[in-house]
């Protein structure tokens, strides 16, 4: 070995020691009389220092040949600093130097490697390696590296079995867009990489392997998104013999445990809600339930008063903004344009300022009077000092804008803590959604989900109406995981086929294999896929996930640094059995 301790492992106690260190020079300081090297490796940094008349001159001249991120060894003696660096855990001491070699020169890098680099986001996409070796992203790989471990250990120990499903296969349908490689033994054919391992696992189910996990890719082509990369990793689980409940024990045990060891995080009992609750009273299937600012629907006291903009709106609801009853004419302005961004898209934003003296002041003065405005307040539990912020109009669009303005005001007034975690199971989602688009239903989760057999029966009468055991866990207003209790029989199976539009024969070409297997005994089974990125992203306190891949792709799906997707050659492309045509 070319050290005998790493630049993160020196303490008093190791004073008078003869030790050998190898890393990147992170920084000299060059004073003539002595020399200071920061010398850096994934474990820390380590102080190497140098002086005149004592370090012999052959070492002092190759040390002045040195520059940022040469790659150096060096061997001394520990000693004892005089000016103590109590920043970092090695700095009591540090290595007087006897010997030094170096190992491997380095260009000036194009950005500093430290934690406040001067590199922007492009530039240190290209130089990811580079980017790797700064604190902060490798504490992030770090994280990563430890939730995977304690994943895999939990789910070892409640007796899971790990199977790698392929990765080149037929399409699965999991609304969103597949990526294809072309086969070339097979011409005109193409795989499909997988959206998830879903049809695989439950496969695996049908063999009887009753508890299956996965750390797994999965690729889906969509649109990008902050917290959306073209490739990403689930923590994929499956179980037979299980109902809805044992799953949420499950994975509430995984999830709590993972707090536990990584965060050291005591997390309470998870709490439930239906999917219609969360969007009545948040206005998103992923509400963030670290604060309350609950919606309170306004129809029965608002409308019917000759202000047309309510009474023509199918929804008029609300929000109380805590303590925000003295916001200025200016700050309500900005937050009226807020809304009004077409990110949001509202028309306009309805505010009532409850004054200290019991009286109310409204953007809707001329059509509402005090009493009108108090009986508002008071169906929405407001206190004097509070502000009520108004949208109308359709229901959903009106639930989506409110959400979005609440998220807003919570993180405004501070109540969305990355320190502080909200778990939530959000349960009973709607078996099946319109599509505006293609006018017809969509599997919300997926084909394979099952309806509440309680609801089976609206399936012809009122398909929107049919709730399917599908559940969601969020934290913090974030998507974590996801899964549902699925159809285990072939003829629920094909009866949510022709539901979703399928004809026989296309319900056979895509899924025959599945339909077949459940005639060889399928035993009743259910399973959940957590978010592996943004399961750690939220751990690491982050919004973005990007920052918790070793090798991201940016916001247009490349990869800046390998220059990625490239064109292929023609001999490739004939090989294929392709011809492209580029439009221009
Ligand atoms: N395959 C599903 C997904 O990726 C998860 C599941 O239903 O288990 O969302």
Redesign the pocket.
């Known amino acids: 070995m070319l050290r005998t301790h790493t630049c993160g492992e020196l303490r008093i106690e190791h004073t008078g020691q003869k030790v050998e260190l190898s890393g990147w020079v992170q920084r000299i300081r060059d004073k003539g009389g002595m020399i200071w090297i920061d010398l850096r490796d994934r474990y820390g940094i380590t102080q190497l220092i140098f002086q005149e008349g004592e370090t012999n001159s052959e070492v002092i001249e190759k040390v002045r040949e040195m520059g940022r991120e040469f790659v150096i060894n060096a061997k001394g003696e520990v000693k004892e600093r005089y000016s103590k660096n109590d920043k970092i855990p090695t700095g009591d001491v540090e290595v007087f130097v006897e010997d030094i070699e170096i190992l491997n020169s380095s260009k000036v890098p194009p950005f500093t490697i430290e934690d406040d680099t001067d590199g922007g986001e492009e530039l240190r996409m290209k130089y990811r390696y580079l980017d790797l070796r700064r604190n902060v992203v490798r504490k992030n790989l770090v994280l990563r590296h430890k939730l995977a471990q304690a994943t895999r250990r939990y789910l070892d120990g409640q007796d899971f079995l790990e199977v790698e499903t392929p990765v080149l296969i037929k399409s699965t349908p999991?609304g969103a867009r597949d990526f294809v490689v072309p086969s070339r033994m097979n011409a005109g054919e193409f795989y499909a990489l997988p959206?998830?391992p879903?049809t695989f696992k439950q496969l695996l189910m049908v063999s009887g392997y009753d508890r299956y996990f996965q750390i797994v890719k999965?690729f889906r082509d969509e649109d990008l998104r902050a917290d959306r990369q073209p490739e990403f990793t689930?923590i994929?689980?499956?179980m037979a013999f299980v109902e809805q409940e044992d799953i949420l024990d499950t994975f509430e045990g995984m999830t709590k445990s993972l707090f536990k060891e990584v965060l050291n995080v005591d997390v309470e009992d998870f709490k439930r809600m239906p999917y219609s609750e969360a969007m009545k009273y948040y206005g998103s299937d992923k509400p963030d339930t670290r604060f309350d600012m609950k919606f309170v629907e306004l129809n029965e006291v608002a409308q019917n008063k000759g202000f047309k903009v309510f009474d023509s709106a199918e929804l008029v609801v609300g929000i109380v903004a805590e303590g925000c009853g003295d916001y200025s004419r200016k700050q309500v302005d900005e937050l009226t344009k807020w809304v009004q961004r077409p990110q949001i898209g509202a028309k306009g934003l309805v505010y009532v300022k409850c004054n200290e003296d019991g009286s109310f002041k409204s953007s809707v003065d001329k059509f509402f009077s005090q009493d009108d405005l108090k009986g508002w307040a008071e169906k929405m539990n407001a206190s004097a000092g509070d502000l009520l912020l108004i949208l109308s109009g359709d229901t959903n669009t009106v639930r989506k804008q409110l959400n979005e303005l609440r998220l807003e005001m919570g993180k405004r007034l501070g109540l969305r803590d990355n320190k502080v975690f909200a778990p939530l199971w959000v349960v009973d989602f709607p078996l099946l959604e319109w599509d505006e688009e293609s006018e017809r239903y969509h599997a919300m989760?997926?084909p394979f989900?099952s309806p509440k057999a309680e609801d089976i029966s609206k399936l012809d009468t009122d398909p929107g109406a049919v709730r399917a055991n599908a559940y969601d866990l969020v934290i913090n207003g974030v998507e974590i995981g996801?899964?549902?209790i699925r159809i285990h029989d072939q003829k629920t199976q094909s009866l949510m086929f022709d539901h979703l539009g399928f004809t026989k024969e296309e319900a056979k070409k895509q899924f025959g294999f599945l339909m077949e297997a459940f005639e060889y005994g399928a035993p009743p089974h259910g399973?959940?896929?957590f978010g592996f990125d943004r399961l750690c992203a939220l751990f690491g306190g982050a919004e973005s996930i990007r920052d918790f891949i070793a090798f991201p792709k940016n916001n247009s799906g490349r990869d800046i640094m390998i220059d990625s997707p490239a064109t292929i050659d023609r001999d490739q492309l004939h090989e294929l059995h392709l011809k492209i045509e580029v439009e221009e």
């Open positions: 999991e959206q998830s879903q999965c689930q994929d689980c499956e989760h997926h989900t996801g899964g549902s399973g959940i896929a």
